[in-house]
């Protein structure tokens, strides 16, 4: 079974550009997560999503931020208008249905601003 | 909100030496998380824990969850290099399903 897929794994965008970062759960998952870990700090969340619904975007930035879980196709972390405090490595975990389900994480994106 | 706190922040240990790795809570556990990570890779899923007081080996490491749910420990005996890593650990943060982490442990393992 194919683990949690990320792609890319390296993206390079300059200062103004769009970043768009893909995740395709587990085989089975319907959960998604996505996750930052910026330079020097801990994994923090950022939005949780099922199937065409944002379930929790608490950890989202208000601005220039967005996330979807279309029924087709992968989940899309989208970054528009990019700055240098965008770099980071991007994390997609995924999960199955059930509180006793643990995440499982992709190998991430890392996003680096020019 | 819920934080939590692992100690040590690093450790050097020789090769076949034991470890442990502590993670503590601010609130009451209900999902605890142990994952390794190697540099430029993603998280490696290594045990979940829910129950007070509950204990899960794998091959070389055993993680556990104390009776109050606030501390969790993460042993390994007979260390190898291909131990190495971060480890860290993640709560889910109340009833939701988001993972709140630990800033993580770097293990280094001289041969």
């Known amino acids: 079974n194919a683990g949690v897929m990320q792609n890319p794994r390296h993206l390079v965008r300059r200062r103004g550009q769009e970043a768009r970062l893909r995740c395709s759960p587990m085989?089975?998952?319907?959960?998604v997560y996505w996750y930052r870990q910026l330079p020097e700090e801990g994994l923090k969340f950022m939005v949780y999503?099922?199937?065409?619904?944002?379930?929790?975007e608490s950890g989202m930035p208000k601005e220039r931020f967005s996330a979807e879980f279309p029924k087709e196709g992968p989940s899309i972390l989208r970054i528009q208008q990019v700055v240098r405090g965008d770099s980071a490595a991007y994390f997609c975990?995924?999960?199955?249905?059930?509180?006793?389900?643990?995440?499982?994480f992709g190998d991430g994106t890392r996003l680096s601003i020019l | 909100s819920q934080e939590l706190e692992q100690s040590p922040q690093s450790l050097i240990v020789q090769e076949g030496k034991n470890l442990t790795i502590n993670c503590t809570s601010s609130?009451?556990?209900?999902?605890l998380y142990w994952y390794k990570q190697k540099y430029g890779e993603g998280l490696i899923f290594l045990m979940m824990l829910q129950k007070g007081g509950e204990e899960k080996s794998h091959e070389k490491i055993t993680a556990k969850l104390d009776e109050k749910k606030q501390q969790s420990s993460l042993h390994i005996t007979a260390s190898q290099p291909s131990h190495a890593g971060i480890y860290l650990c993640g709560a889910v943060s109340g009833g939701a399903q988001k993972l709140v982490f630990g800033q993580g442990t770097r293990l280094t393992i001289n041969p």
């Open positions: 085989k089975g998952h319907s959960h």
């Open positions: 609130k009451t556990l209900y999902g």
């Open positions: 975990a995924s999960s199955g249905t059930g509180t006793d389900q643990p995440q499982h």
């Open positions: 999503l099922q199937k065409e619904n944002i379930i929790d």
